[in-house]
């Protein structure tokens, strides 16, 4: 590490000769494949925007220049670059570095990206600021290709083209894929524009070997060529010079490119082309697999893991297979998720039935109320932090029709290293108040698939969420047996204390319960919220205490509170659950502690809140 070792800043960068700038390459993709390889995390992106980082923080002046990257999992060479070499040990760790750009994290990190499409609208932001400001700065927006299937990608192209004075940059790193495999007609049409290269370098070899006159017919006749043989780009009719596609590991094309770019007025897009997994040829073979692994050797590459607890997203994957066998009607759906959602194999199998819209969650839930009108049964896999993204849709596509829609939340709840921005936190909240819509809670893998069954057999909009990862190992039964609606069940007997659990609180409230000599409820259901057992408890114990792994506010908690209240009943209740606080990244077990949301933690609010098993405290706070 002769070059890198001495890179604390980009501007210890810019005084590299462009000559150095290949050999201080190869040792950022070693860096980042050896750091990777310790602490686990994204690796083949970042192998595949190393160039493309060195060659922007080269070239403009960071962080007086903006770049917002999009989405953030590709930003590793660019924290290692400004001054976090030496933290890459503790990347995604409690209390280390985050996987994503964070501005609270460092100066050069300007915009939080974890979601995908948001860069252009963030930094045509930045770049009209400036303006506005009488700054004189650039904003860079580095977007990959599958984040640019998001309308709101497109939303922002359509703003920024009428803005023909602004110093904004669009980089496309087109590297054919997001996570899962690339999808639908934008990527066709990149590769059409990819087909036409050749017109592109004729173009560059033109501008340096003609003299002036003949240069002149040769940028005349370009024109004509262009039409013949790329069509107007669908970027330039935004109002975007476009440029490229240039080869993203060239750093003698990306440098002398980019300079150019720098000095060039109004919006500008340059299409980069990258490999994921660029440099490692394990990832370059299987860039799914190298996404986001954990630990490894990279001499050796990743291992099949050890035969271990089924995991809940393989627990809904057999589940969607085993309904579609049994049911005609039913079309999976995923928002550019298929591995992460479980559904590989109900693609292989049920391929006429499966659908990858792309990152475009507000199109997949409006696209499933579409299906639903003519009487299929769609269900959409979506992690609950992005359903965020189609609250609108849920509400007034779905719901206010009272359509037939079966959403299944994966990443429900704290999700460890990924930190706040893919926690599902609010799905609780967020869901139960909206009409017609049935919202359960998976305590175990066996309760998950009896819960996926009932929402599917549910005729309306119906929500099942379950956390990320192995459950407590319950044993899964294989047929499709639902539940009881808006039905829980009592777990442990005990007396004075009535602990009323959600999801995947019921195994720390077990826990909890045996030491308090509580009763334990498994409430299933968040809504339609069993309140008859809630009557019961009240009236059979002297407290009660909800659990959910979920915002405490406004969440499953304060949905007992308020059938209490309903009926009239006043009855001492704590409510825990997860704080009024984004909750950074780390182990998810610890953070669960952190929280008091394990065994151990719910006793000690207890104890805290009520004094005594049965008799209660008057303590102001909860």
Not at 394 to 413: C, E, K, M, P
Not at 586 to 604: P, W
Request: aromatic share 6%; proline share 5%.
């Amino acid at each position: 590490m002769n070059l890198l070792k001495n890179i604390d800043v980009p501007a210890d960068l810019r005084k590299l000769s462009r000559a150095q700038l290949k050999p201080l390459a190869d040792e950022l993709r070693g860096f980042v494949l050896d750091s990777v390889s310790k602490t686990g995390g994204h690796l083949s992106s970042n192998l595949g925007t190393v160039e493309l980082t060195i060659a922007l923080h080269y070239v403009f002046n960071t962080p007086e220049d903006r770049i917002v990257w999009d989405v953030g999992h590709q930003t590793y060479p660019h924290k290692i670059l400004t001054g976090r070499r030496d933290r890459m040990q503790t990347l995604r760790q409690m209390n280390g570095i985050s996987g994503f750009p964070r501005r609270d994290e460092s100066e050069y990190d300007t915009f939080g990206t974890a979601h995908s499409s948001t860069s252009i609208s963030a930094a045509l932001g930045m770049a009209l600021a400036a303006k506005t400001k009488g700054e004189n700065r650039h904003a860079i927006a580095v977007i990959g290709d599958g984040a640019m299937t998001a309308g709101m990608a497109f939303e922002a192209l359509n703003n920024a083209g009428v803005y023909n004075d602004v110093n904004l940059l669009v980089i496309l790193n087109d590297n054919d894929m997001s996570i899962s495999p690339p999808v639908g007609a934008l990527n066709r049409y990149l590769a059409r524009l990819m087909s036409g290269k050749f017109y592109a370098a004729a173009k560059n070899v033109g501008k340096t070997v003609l003299p002036g006159p003949m240069l002149e017919l040769a940028k005349r006749l370009e024109e004509h060529a262009k039409g013949m043989v790329v069509p107007a780009t669908m970027f330039e009719e935004f109002g975007f010079n476009y440029i490229g596609p240039i080869d993203g590991h060239d750093l003698e094309s990306l440098v002398p490119t980019l300079q150019n770019l720098k000095n060039l007025k109004g919006p500008q897009f340059l299409h980069v082309v990258t490999r994921k997994g660029q440099g490692y040829k394990l990832a370059e073979a299987d860039p799914v697999l190298y996404h986001g692994p954990g630990k490894f050797n990279p001499d050796e590459g990743i291992k099949p893991a050890a035969a271990s607890k089924m995991t809940y997203t393989q627990v809904f994957g057999d589940w969607l297979c085993d309904m579609a066998e049994h049911d005609q009607r039913l079309v999976g759906i995923t928002p550019a998720m298929r591995e992460g959602s479980g559904m590989v194999q109900f693609e292989q199998r049920f391929p006429s039935r499966y659908y990858d819209v792309g990152i475009a969650e507000q199109h997949a839930v409006t696209f499933a109320g579409g299906m639903a009108c003519e009487g299929l049964k769609p269900v959409v896999a979506i992690y609950s932090t992005f359903l965020q993204r189609a609250y609108d849709q849920l509400i007034h596509d779905v719901a206010l029709q009272n359509l037939d829609v079966t959403f299944a939340l994966d990443r429900s709840g704290l999700v460890g290293a990924d930190g706040a921005t893919h926690a599902g936190n609010y799905d609780i909240a967020y869901l139960r108040c909206i009409p017609n819509m049935v919202v359960m809670a998976a305590s175990d893998e066996n309760e998950c698939r009896q819960m996926l069954s009932t929402a599917y057999q549910y005729p309306g909009p119906a929500a099942v969420r379950y956390p990320r990862g192995a459950g407590i190992g319950a044993a899964i039964e294989k047929s499709l047996a639902v539940l009881p609606l808006g039905k829980g069940e009592i777990r442990r007997q005990g007396k004075d204390i009535a602990i009323l659990a959600f999801g995947t609180m019921v195994a720390p409230g077990l826990a909890a319960g045996e030491e308090l000599d509580a009763t334990v409820a498994n409430m299933r259901f968040v809504k339609p919220l069993d309140i008859e057992l809630v009557k019961q408890l009240a009236q059979t114990h002297e407290v009660l205490v909800t659990v959910e792994e979920g915002a405490v506010m406004g969440g499953a908690g304060s949905a007992v509170a308020e059938a209490l209240a309903e009926a009239g009943i006043v009855k001492p209740i704590l409510q825990l659950g997860l704080p009024d606080r984004f909750i950074d990244h780390g182990d998810a077990g610890q953070l669960l502690a952190m929280c008091g949301l394990d065994g151990k933690g719910i006793v000690a609010s207890v104890r805290t809140r009520f004094g005594g098993k049965g008799e209660p405290r008057l303590v102001v706070n909860n």
